[in-house]
């Protein structure tokens, strides 16, 4: 009976605990978020670069730069350049807290974005689009959700 009380004390710790860091992580996330630098625009498989392909990726790095990201505590976000909302839906942080699933309202589109560092001021994401790891440098915005 003791083994069995150790165990069940075990699987409520684990519970609590993986409970309490997925909301610490949400709560972390849960703001306004506003792309301060961009990394790795350059396609991977890619040796040498036009010029067309250098103001291509100039042009995508001031858009990225424009970006901001809102989420909020009741699982939505909105992402947005300037004051147009560019896509909104629904998010969710995967089981270990190292990934934030999106999911577009029209459940047409769904991306998935690593997350690199999380802390109160600071949110790094790594994402694969169209075959460039894109590594982005957010700053908290500190507005209400």
Known sequence: MVITKNILFFFITIAIF???NTNKTQALLCKKWDCVQVENLEPLNAKIQSAKDSVVAVKMEAALKN?????KKNGEYECN???IITAHGTYSLTPNNKSILCTSSSQNTVAMYDILQLTEDELV???????V???M???ASYMGN
């Not at 970006?67 to 989420?71: E, N, S």
């Not at 994401?125 to 075959?131: D, G």
């Open 133 to 135: 790891n894109i590594t």
């Open 125 to 131: 994401l790594k994402a694969l689009m169209e075959n």
């Open 18 to 20: 993986i409970s309490c």
């Open 137 to 139: 440098h957010f700053r």
């Open 81 to 83: 350049t300037g004051s």
């Open 67 to 71: 970006l901001q990201w809102v989420f």
